[in-house]
């Protein structure tokens, strides 16, 4: 489902070059669950944002579904991301002006994949999904952050998109909210979704299917984990 082909970024600062990713290749399966860690400044931010479309590379391919997403231009790539891809933040970046249920049903409108008649529906199904049914006129203000966080995940799946990225989903939550959180990610890898996600912790190895581990820029190390399912 995902190629990275000898992706490289580089920023420049003054007469300086500042290499973030170095050569990266790796290839992700489709209904795959893969962590990507590594410390701060490893690079495997700018990695999402590459896989993601908000950034590009200096040199290389990214194929997402048989599309290299570095042949889009920025009309063609906001509809792809929209139509293909859902994103889940560390801080949930949820609309503070509008109920969950109108945070849920906004990526629809705005993409308009979803057919209008079908969309108030899906919406309650997945804030059923994430254990809020009846909540929908709730604003994000008067939840909790792992209620927030749920609501964001049912948000990244507003168009039915099959890749779903983390991009450390648990950072701002206690345990209890984050092992909810897991759950949910868990049960969706279950229901063949692709998910990609970066993270600090070292715990949350349920469902998940590979760890890939960026050091300096490059792929240090890719690897099976045990127990995956």
Excluded: C
């Excluded at 308009?112 to 049914?133: N, T, V, Y």
């Amino acid at each position: 489902m995902i190629q990275f082909r000898n992706v490289s970024k580089i920023y420049q600062t003054g007469n300086n070059d500042y290499p973030v990713l170095r050569n990266v290749s790796f290839s992700i399966e489709k209904g795959e669950y893969v962590i990507i860690t590594g410390k701060s400044g490893s690079g495997k931010s700018t990695l999402l944002n590459i896989l993601t479309g908000v950034d590009g590379a200096s040199s290389g391919d990214v194929i997402v579904n048989n599309t290299n997403i570095f042949r889009l231009n920025e009309a063609q790539m906001t509809k792809w991301r929209g139509e293909n891809v859902g994103i889940v933040f560390q801080f949930f970046q949820l609309i503070p002006t509008l109920s969950i249920l109108e945070n849920i049903l906004l990526p629809m409108d705005l993409i308009d994949k979803i057919p209008k008649h079908s969309r108030m529906q899906k919406a309650k199904e997945l804030l059923a999904m994430i254990g809020l049914s009846g909540h929908y006129e709730k604003m994000p203000s008067s939840l909790s952050g792992g209620e927030q966080q749920r609501v964001a995940i049912a948000r990244s799946l507003a168009n039915d998109v099959d890749l779903l990225i983390a991009d450390e989903p648990t950072g701002n939550l206690d345990s209890k909210n984050a092992d909810v959180v897991f759950d949910i990610l868990d049960n969706l890898k279950q229901a063949g979704k692709t998910i990609v996600m970066v993270t600090h912790e070292r715990d949350i190895m349920k469902g998940a299917s590979r760890k890939i581990v960026i050091k300096d820029g490059e792929v240090q190390e890719d690897y099976p984990l045990k127990g995956a399912y």
